[in-house]
């Protein structure tokens, strides 16, 4: 990767171009994604194993075909001491010519310009291409966060992608339930607290949304009042507080309210 990340996407959507038009004789063409902090050697172990189950394929030539083009993802990913960031995905396999019986083992590899989260192995007619069509097809970008008194998570939604931003804690108490004088006291620090809370938290808004390229909106949940009283507040940005597409209950905070969310938000996010 150059770095460049419009320069990035525009090779890889070219060389998607290219794989896209390629096919093979049989169920022979090899693709194989491995995300971001996946160990080689245990991407290299499964892709062995795999090797071993192909001799199950009954058709001789497809077995040797599928065997070829594993040896050849193998001999790709041991140039490689770890993992990319953004992940790997790398293709072989024997292209089928116009002339029967002849084919040409080739071999891809592509740094996605953004992380790719599944890892899996396939084998059909035509490369499995679809993820990183999806990623680089992707412009809306929707913020994602989920908060209560204790804690808030931030996050971003791109195309089929969640990725977490950063978690943060308030340091706010509990509430008490002691009665008197010291029970009133109590709590009007609390409120104090919290009030310092919401600042950070719109603070946070800020600095992760304001300048998002293709922010569409933001979500927003918890599993509590602590949404409602933030956002009736006047501790957002105007220009954010614009793009609140909803408020979501959820049971959960942390990356796990944030997940739930989504799944409970995909009509909303539907163009």
């Known amino acids: 990767m150059s770095g460049n990340v419009p320069l990035d996407r525009l090779r890889a959507q070219r060389m998607l171009e290219q794989l896209e038009s390629l096919q093979g004789r049989g169920t022979e063409l090899v693709s194989v994604y491995i995300p971001p902090g996946k160990a080689v050697s245990e991407a290299m172990n499964d892709l062995r194993n795999e090797w071993g189950t192909a001799v199950n394929i009954k058709s001789k030539t497809t077995r040797k075909n599928v065997q070829d083009a594993l040896s050849k993802v193998m001999e790709r990913l041991k140039l490689f001491k770890f993992i990319p ?14 002339q029967l019986g002849v084919g040409d083992m080739q071999t891809f590899v592509i ?24 990623m680089l097809s992707a412009k809306d970008v929707y913020g994602l966060v989920v908060i209560d008194s204790k804690d808030a998570a931030f996050g971003f939604l791109k195309g089929n992608r969640t990725e977490i931003i950063k978690q943060y804690t308030s340091g706010v108490q509990g509430k008490t ?3 008197g004088q010291s029970s ?9 607290h919290l009030n310092e809370w919401y600042i950070r938290l719109g603070n946070y808004f800020t ?4 300048n998002l390229p293709g922010l569409k909106g933001i979500i927003v949940g918890g599993p509590g009042p602590t949404k409602e009283d933030f956002l009736n507040g006047s501790y957002l940005h105007y220009e954010l507080k614009d793009k609140i597409l909803a408020q979501v209950d959820t049971g959960y905070t942390g990356p796990e309210g944030i997940k739930e969310m989504v799944n409970r938000s995909r009509e909303l996010m539907k163009d």
């Open 111 to 134: 740094v996605p310009p953004e992380p790719i989260t599944i890892y899996y192995y396939r084998c059909e007619h035509q490369f499995m291409l679809e993820p990183l069509f999806n």
């Open 177 to 179: 339930r002691a009665g």
């Open 184 to 192: 009133r006291r109590y709590e009007r620090l609390r409120d104090m």
């Open 207 to 210: 600095e992760h949304f304001r």
């Open 85 to 98: 960031p953004t992940g790997l995905a790398i293709f072989a396999g024997n292209i089928a010519s116009n």
